[in-house]
């Protein structure tokens, strides 16, 4: 059975927000604080003036916690942010990871699909010498009728990515840009059977030096001889006496 190239779709999500945010100034933090711990140090005077041992240990308590809390608090919190900052991103890229297998895949599928139905010069000449079963497997109302094979190249992935459009943002996210990274620069497909259809272009012509049109003109004869038969292509042939002595096989052909 013949296989055809199938449009791949890739949704793709978008990654959290940040957990780096802005932290508030130092003074703005401790504002509260500042002001308990003033009134802990009027505390610890007037008891340290009346020898009252038991508000000096509160006061100097409280001095301290409304000081040094808030910057505990506060270096807590940020390395805090860090860390699931941090989770964020490995978390996120492990996922970028996963969908780009996937689309390699999808690309090694398609590479596969393209090689199937777009045989090399030996593939044809094994069709015919050994008259395969897949000898003039071709007929006409099939979507590669008249479609040969001419060499080798690269194309973009036949693929729907679905994803976030690009959004003016003043803060740069380092992740958001490997996602559109992965969905616009990944699509291209290495060594690949370039085709060319002589439906489409009934009118064709090469250009080039005489024995490189001749070796062409051979290859594609031997692919329409070895893809249909007789009764689904007719093959008439005008060339010069010159090339004779290399065109001759034709006449062999049914």
């Known amino acids: 059975f013949k296989r055809d190239v199938e449009t791949a779709v890739f949704k793709i999500d978008s990654p959290p927000n940040s957990f780096i945010t802005d932290d508030l100034p130092l003074p703005l933090v401790l504002g509260s604080s500042l002001a308990m711990g003033a009134m802990s140090i009027v505390t610890v005077y007037n008891a340290v003036i009346s020898n009252n041992i038991l508000s ?5 308590a409280m001095l301290v916690g409304s000081l040094i809390m808030p910057v505990i608090v506060r270096t807590y919190q940020k390395k805090h942010k860090i860390k699931k900052e941090e ?6 890229r492990e996922y970028l990871r996963r969908v780009k297998n996937e689309i390699n895949d999808a690309m090694t599928v398609q590479r596969d699909i393209l090689y199937e139905n777009n045989t090399n010069m030996k593939d044809c000449k094994n069709r015919i010498l050994n008259t395969q079963s897949n000898l003039w497997e071709r007929a006409y109302g099939q979507n590669d009728y008249l479609r040969i094979t001419v060499g080798v190249g690269e194309c973009d992935l036949d ?5 976030s459009e690009r959004k003016f943002s003043v803060e740069n996210d380092v992740l958001v840009e490997e996602l559109y990274d992965l969905c616009e620069n990944n699509r291209r497909i290495n060594d690949i059977p370039v085709s060319y259809s002589l439906l489409e272009h009934n009118i064709s012509g090469v250009i080039g030096d005489h024995n490189s049109i001749i070796s062409f003109a051979k290859g594609t004869i ?3 001889a070895a893809m249909y038969s007789y009764d689904e292509l007719k093959m008439a042939f005008i060339y010069d006496s010159e090339d004779e002595e290399q065109l001759d096989f034709v006449k062999w052909l049914p």
């Open 222 to 224: 031997i692919q329409l």
């Open 87 to 92: 989770e964020r991103k490995l978390k996120y």
């Open 56 to 60: 000096v240990v509160t006061g100097g």
């Open 159 to 163: 693929a729907d990515f679905q994803y």
